[in-house]
């Protein structure tokens, strides 16, 4: 099922973690003796961090054909790329910190033609082996411009993918298509004619800062086809 919007502006995956936090530190800082005053202290500071940490305010999306980033966060590179389930294109790798929001968004319209879920470990996603070794999921759409992957990484204290799409679902550049628990790195997969507009370093806002520009429409549909390990699955939320 898709993602749906809320009245108060936190993703519903959140909420488990702040009411957990917030409940556990009232009864601490109530009942508990002198010395459980300073853990239901912390545990009310977690409540308020797992707020901000889960904010998912709605967005104003650029009416654009271009492509917009995935994720809030910060690029560390840019690069071709030849396979990592996508075959011959471009890499935009963005980190994300604990600070920075977590609710990923579509790069573009398009169709949602497979998700793929893969197990594996939990470096730091600073780490240049995270986009490999790391638990991920991919995020394949097909639009009438091309075909992009973003693929979300889970990082070192990250434990949790959530992926609110499906097969067959059509996005709106913008919309929500997924979620990362704490710090991670989100990756977008674009064909190589695409010209990127961003560099190492830049900060980025999901479905707003816009990180590439179409060349060529007709060929950027045939780039990246070499390579297409993507397989139906989903990642439950």
């Given amino acids: 099922m898709k993602y749906k919007s809320r009245l108060i502006p936190i993703a519903p995956d959140g909420w488990r973690f702040v009411g957990v936090f917030g409940v556990l530190g009232a009864l601490f800082l109530v009942f508990g003796a002198w010395f459980s005053k300073t853990v239901g202290g912390v545990l009310g500071l977690l409540a308020l961090f797992s707020l901000r940490f889960f904010r998912d305010g709605e967005r104003t999306v650029p009416v654009t054909t271009d492509l917009l980033?995935?994720?809030?966060?910060?690029?560390?590179?840019?690069?071709?790329?030849?396979?990592?389930?996508?075959?011959?294109?471009?890499?935009?790798?963005?980190?994300?910190?604990?600070?920075?929001?977590?609710?990923?968004?579509?790069?573009?319209?398009?169709?949602?033609?497979?998700?793929?879920?893969?197990?594996?470990?939990?470096?730091?996603?600073?780490?240049?082996?995270?986009?490999?070794?790391?638990?991920?999921?991919?995020?394949?759409?097909?639009?009438?411009?091309?075909?992009?992957?973003?693929?979300?990484?889970?990082?070192?204290?990250?434990?949790?993918?959530?992926?609110?799409?499906?097969?067959d679902d059509v996005v709106e550049a913008g919309e929500r298509i997924g979620l990362i628990r704490y710090g991670s790195q989100v990756n977008l997969y674009v064909p190589l004619d695409v010209e990127i507009t961003?560099?190492?370093?830049?900060?980025?806002?999901?479905?707003?800062?816009?990180?590439?520009?179409?060349?060529?429409?007709?060929?950027?549909?045939?780039a990246g086809s070499a390579d297409r390990t993507v397989e139906p699955a989903g990642v439950g939320a």
């Fill in 69 to 167: 980033a995935p994720a809030d966060g910060t690029v560390t590179e840019v690069s071709d790329v030849d396979g990592e389930g996508y075959g011959r294109g471009r890499v935009i790798r963005i980190f994300l910190s604990v600070f920075d929001g977590h609710v990923q968004r579509a790069p573009l319209a398009g169709r949602v033609t497979k998700t793929h879920y893969q197990p594996g470990l939990f470096l730091d996603a600073r780490n240049a082996r995270a986009a490999f070794a790391n638990e991920s999921n991919a995020i394949e759409i097909e639009s009438s411009k091309g075909r992009v992957v973003v693929r979300q990484i889970a990082g070192l204290i990250a434990r949790r993918i959530v992926c609110w799409v499906r097969p």
């Fill in 198 to 222: 961003v560099k190492d370093g830049d900060k980025v806002s999901a479905g707003q800062t816009i990180v590439g520009r179409w060349k060529n429409a007709g060929s950027s549909q045939r």
